[in-house]
C-alpha cells in the first residue's frame, strides 16, 4: 500500500462506514457491460484492503440503468449524499467519477460535503481527501472532465443522427397509414381500410375546416380510427376505436402525412420540478425539412393551409380573438362583432322565435372576467342585414373593375405564353434543320455514324411536330378566351356575388367565410341607434347606422282598439276580469292566442296605461289598513266585513287584493253574538250614537 493513501486513511475514517456507489447509465449496458459492473463491486475488496470489516462495506446499486447526468430521480445518489452530509461516512468508493455523477453541481456539491464531513473518496486511481486543495483541485478537474465527456459523447450521437436526417434517410417512427418498405422507403400503408380511413379524415377536413367537425362526423358515422401499438405487448399490432379530438390534431400537424420528411420539431426542455418536457418549435426552426420526400395523402401546399386554419381556431380559445373560425349559426358576424364601450369581442346567443334559432349580440366580458353586468347587446338580424346590403352594394363596383381586371390579366398571360411557345418552336425547328445538316454531311458509307444522324434527325422532326401540334391546340384554346362569349362571362362576374350571397343553398358558414374574405371586423356601440363601424380587409373603415330594434312588445303591437278597451275596462274590472271579458269578445293577441291575466299585464305595462290600483287610489280607495286605522279595529276585521258587504270593496288584483271606501262619518257598532254579541256589526252615523247616549 503507497505511504500517502496509508496516512490519508485514518482511525476516525474507519470508525465510520465505507460506502460503494455502483451506477450503469442504461438498463443494456447493466446487461451486455457485465465488466464494467463487475469492476465496481470489486471495489468492496479495496475497501477491506484499507482496513474497513465487510460488514460495514455498503454497497448502493439501486441506480443501476439511470443516467448520471443529473440528480434527479436518482434515489442511491441522495441516500449517499445524506449519509456523506451527517457524517456517517469514512470513505466514498467509486470505479470513476463519471459514475458517481455526470453533472458539475451535483459532484462539487458531493465535494464539498466531504471535505466538511472528513469524508475521502476513492477511485481506480488512487484516494482522495477533499479537505486538502490539492486532492480537491484534482477532484474538480475530474468531475469537468466526465461532463465534458458526456457532452462529447451526446455530440457525437446527435451529430451522426443529425446528419442522416439531412439526408433524408434517418428511419423515424411513421405515423398510421403509412409503413417502410424492406429497402427503408416510406410508402403508404398496403391495408386500403387504413388508407381510406385516413383520406376521410383529410376530406372532412377539407370540406368543414374544424378539428371538431372531424370527431364529430367520424363519431356520427360510427367510424373507427386505426392506431398502431409503438411498444410492450402486441407492439405492431393495428387497433382500432374511436378518434378524439387531440387525435385528429396530431394528425393534421404531421407534416408526413404531406410526403415531406421532418426532424427537430420538438425539443426537450425542464419544467419547474426539473422533469423533462417536450415543447413543440415553429416550423421556421425545424432542424430538418425535406418536402415531397416520399409519397403522402396530400400535398405541402393543402398542408401548409391546413396549418393556417387551425391556427385560426386555435385563436378562439384567446379573450382577444374568440370565435374568429366561421361556425354553424346564423349570425353573420360571429367572431367579428367588437364592443364599442370595452373593446371585447361580442359573442352570439341564440333565442327561439317562430321556430327558428334568432342571433343576439352580447358583451358579456364583464360577467365573464368579473362578475358584472352586461356590456350591451343587440338583436342580431337588423345588424346583419345592414352589412349584406353593405357588402353587395361595396362589392358590385369592385366586381367590375376585377372583372376588367381579369379579362386583362387573361389577355396579357395568353399573349406571354403564346410568345414563349414560339420561342420553343423556333428552337425546335433550328435544331432539327441542324440535325438535317449534320445527316447531309456525312458520308453514306459511314453507316454507323449515318444511321445514329438519321436517328436524331426524325427524333428533331418528330418533336418538332408535337410543339407545332400543341401549339395550335393552345392557339385555339387560347382564342376562346378572348372571344365574345368569353368576355361576357368574364363581366357576369360582377353579379355573380350577389346571386350567389342570395341564393338559398349557400349556407350560413359560407356567408361568413366570404365576409371574412373581405371585411376584418365590426365595431357596435348601442345608444338612440345602433352604430356599426366596418374595418374593411386592407384598413379602410365605413360607418353607417342601424335604427335599434324595439322591444318584443313593441314591435308585436296590440291593436289600438284592443288597447282603448283594455283603458276602458280598467275602471271596472280587474286584470282578470278583463283578461276573460277580451276573451268573450273574440279578441285575439298577435299570435292568435287568447288573452290571460299576464298579457294583459304586458299591454298595460307596455302601454304606460294606469293599473286599476292606482286608479281606486286616485278616487280615495282607503287599504285594510288605513281602513282599520279610522275605524280602530283590526285589520283582519276589515277584510272580514269586506267580505260579508258591511264594508264596500273594489277588487284591483285577485280575490285577496281590493280597496275599500272610505267609510265617511260613520262608527262601527259591534253585535253581540257568538263571535260579535250575537248580532253582527254594523255601521251608523255618528250623530245617532252621539244622540243614543244622551
Known amino acids: 500500500m503507497p505511504i500517502d493513501v496509508a496516512m490519508k486513511v485514518c482511525a476516525d475514517h474507519l470508525r465510520r462506514d465505507a460506502f460503494l456507489y455502483v451506477r450503469q447509465s442504461s438498463l443494456r449496458q447493466v446487461f451486455e457491460n457485465t465488466e464494467s459492473t463487475k469492476r465496481q463491486y470489486a471495489l468492496r475488496d479495496r475497501a477491506v484492503a484499507l482496513g474497513w470489516p465487510i460488514e460495514r462495506v455498503h454497497v448502493i446499486d439501486s441506480d443501476l440503468g439511470i443516467s448520471g447526468a443529473q440528480s434527479q430521480d436518482r434515489d442511491g445518489f441522495q441516500h449517499l449524499v445524506t449519509e456523506v452530509a451527517m457524517g456517517h461516512a469514512g470513505i466514498v468508493l467509486g470505479l470513476e467519477v463519471s459514475r458517481l455523477a455526470r453533472n458539475n453541481a451535483d459532484w462539487h456539491r458531493l465535494i464539498e460535503l466531504a471535505a466538511l464531513s472528513h469524508t475521502l473518496i476513492l477511485d481506480e486511481d488512487g484516494i482522495y481527501d477533499p479537505a486538502h486543495f490539492n486532492d480537491r483541485l484534482l477532484l474538480g478537474l475530474k468531475g469537468t472532465m466526465s461532463e465534458a465527456e458526456l457532452h462529447i459523447l451526446k455530440s457525437r450521437l446527435q451529430g451522426g443522427i443529425l446528419n442522416k436526417a439531412r439526408r433524408g434517410e434517418l428511419e423515424m417512427p411513421l405515423p398510421i397509414g403509412l409503413t417502410y418498405t424492406a429497402d427503408g422507403r416510406a410508402v403508404l400503408d398496403p391495408d386500403r381500410q387504413i388508407q381510406d380511413t385516413v383520406r376521410l379524415l383529410f376530406d372532412t377536413f377539407r370540406e368543414t375546416g374544424s378539428a371538431c367537425a372531424v370527431v364529430r362526423r367520424l363519431r356520427g358515422q360510427k367510424i373507427l380510427f386505426p392506431r398502431r401499438i409503438r411498444r410492450g405487448i402486441g407492439k405492431g399490432d393495428v387497433l382500432w376505436s374511436a378518434i378524439d379530438h387531440s387525435r385528429v390534431l396530431q394528425i393534421l400537424h404531421n407534416p408526413r402525412y404531406a410526403g415531406a420528411f421532418a426532424y427537430g420539431r420538438t425539443r426537450t426542455a425542464y ?22 420526400a416520399h409519397e403522402g395523402y396530400i400535398s405541402w401546399t393543402e398542408y401548409e393551409r391546413n396549418q393556417t386554419a387551425l391556427v385560426h381556431n386555435a385563436s378562439g380559445f384567446s379573450p382577444g380573438l374568440r370565435g374568429r373560425m366561421p361556425r354553424h349559426g346564423s349570425a353573420l358576424l360571429q367572431g367579428r362583432m367588437l364592443c364599442g364601450r370595452c373593446g371585447a369581442r361580442m359573442r352570439v346567443h341564440y333565442e327561439p322565435l317562430h321556430g327558428r334559432l334568432q342571433p343576439y349580440y352580447v358583451c358579456n366580458e364583464a360577467v365573464v372576467r368579473e362578475a358584472g353586468k352586461h356590456c350591451q347587446w343587440v338583436r342580431g338580424a337588423p345588424v346583419d342585414e345592414a352589412i349584406s346590403a353593405l357588402l353587395l352594394q361595396t362589392v358590385a363596383p369592385a366586381a367590375i373593375e376585377v372583372a376588367l381586371a381579369v379579362q386583362q390579366e387573361i389577355a396579357q398571360r395568353v399573349e406571354q405564353a403564346a410568345a414563349l411557345r414560339e420561342s420553343q418552336l423556333q428552337r425546335a425547328r433550328y435544331e432539327a434543320e441542324l440535325a438535317r445538316r449534320r445527316y447531309l454531311k456525312v458520308d453514306p458509307e459511314n453507316r454507323l455514324v449515318a444511321d445514329a444522324l438519321e436517328a436524331d434527325w426524325n427524333a428533331r422532326l418528330r418533336q418538332l411536330d408535337t410543339l407545332q401540334r400543341e401549339h395550335e391546340r393552345q392557339r385555339e384554346a387560347d382564342r376562346t378566351l378572348l372571344d365574345e362569349p368569353a368576355r361576357r362571362r368574364i363581366m357576369a362576374l360582377a353579379s355573380d356575388f ?3 350571397w342570395n341564393e338559398e343553398h349557400t349556407s350560413a358558414v359560407e356567408r361568413k367565410r366570404m365576409l371574412g374574405l373581405l371585411i376584418e371586423d365590426v365595431t357596435l356601440t348601442v ?168
Open 271 to 292: 419544467n419547474a420540478k426539473l422533469k423533462t418536457v417536450q415543447l413543440r418549435v415553429q416550423q421556421s426552426d425545424w432542424q430538418v425539412l425535406i418536402p415531397d
Open 498 to 500: 350577389p346571386r350567389v
Open 527 to 694: 345608444g338612440q341607434q345602433v352604430d356599426v363601424h366596418v374595418r374593411w380587409r386592407g384598413g379602410r373603415t365605413q360607418s353607417l347606422a342601424v335604427e335599434r330594434p324595439q322591444p318584443m312588445s313593441r314591435v308585436r303591437k296590440t291593436r289600438p282598439e284592443v288597447v282603448s278597451l283594455i283603458d276602458g275596462l280598467l275602471e271596472t274590472s280587474t286584470d282578470r276580469q278583463i283578461a276573460a271579458r277580451l276573451n268573450e269578445l273574440d279578441h285575439r293577441n298577435w299570435r292568435g292566442e287568447s288573452f290571460t291575466m299576464k298579457k294583459v299585464i304586458l299591454i298595460r305595462q307596455t302601454y304606460a296605461l294606469k293599473s286599476r290600483f292606482d286608479r281606486l287610489r286616485e278616487r280615495g280607495m282607503l287599504t285594510g289598513e288605513e281602513m282599520a286605522k279610522q275605524l280602530n279595529v283590526s285589520t283582519t276585521t276589515i277584510h272580514q266585513l269586506g267580505r260579508q258587504g258591511v264594508l264596500k270593496r273594489h277588487l284591483y288584483g285577485n280575490n285577496c287584493r281590493c280597496l275599500y271606501e272610505p267609510p265617511g262619518d260613520v262608527k262601527l257598532i259591534k253585535g253581540a253574538g257568538s263571535r260579535y254579541g250575537g248580532r253582527p256589526p254594523r255601521l251608523i252615523p255618528a250623530q245617532q250614537t252621539e244622540q243614543g247616549a244622551l
